[in-house]
């Protein structure tokens, strides 16, 4: 019974993200805030790993200045494995679920709700 919706961008949220304009593969709002959400999974490593790590850095960073909002990001998949320093890094900037760990997002969501 969590309510959300898919592909929504951060001019709809009348989110400011500077030269930014990002489309989240998921908004979920409760009465406090408003989750914004990505998702990937990854089979293999490479480049793109680092670079994707990296942007959800930066736009963690600005989401978390604004009020009312958090970036959540779920990621799995073994491409991660060589990778893992890139998503360390993120770990201290962004809240990260992979698909074993989502169950203690979506058990707070339902806390919120009630």
């Given at each position: 019974n969590i309510c959300f919706q898919t592909e929504v961008s951060s001019n709809e949220?009348?989110?400011n993200l500077g030269s930014d304009q990002k489309?989240?593969?998921?908004?979920?709002k409760t009465a406090n805030k408003t989750y914004l959400i990505e998702?990937?999974?990854?089979s293999v490593g490479g480049s793109k790993l680092n670079e994707v790590a990296r942007s959800y850095i930066e736009i963690s960073e600005k989401i978390s200045c604004i009020n009312g909002f958090e970036f959540i990001?779920?990621?799995?998949?073994?491409?991660?494995?060589?990778s893992k320093n890139k998503l360390e890094q993120a770990y201290k900037?962004?809240?990260?679920?992979?698909?074993?760990?989502?169950?203690s997002f979506i058990s707070g969501?339902?806390?919120?709700?009630?």
């Open positions: 949220l009348g989110l489309v989240f593969d998921f908004v979920v998702t990937n999974f990854y990001w779920i990621t799995d998949g073994q491409g991660w494995l060589s900037s962004v809240r990260i679920y992979n698909l074993a760990t989502l169950h969501l339902k806390k919120c709700l009630k």
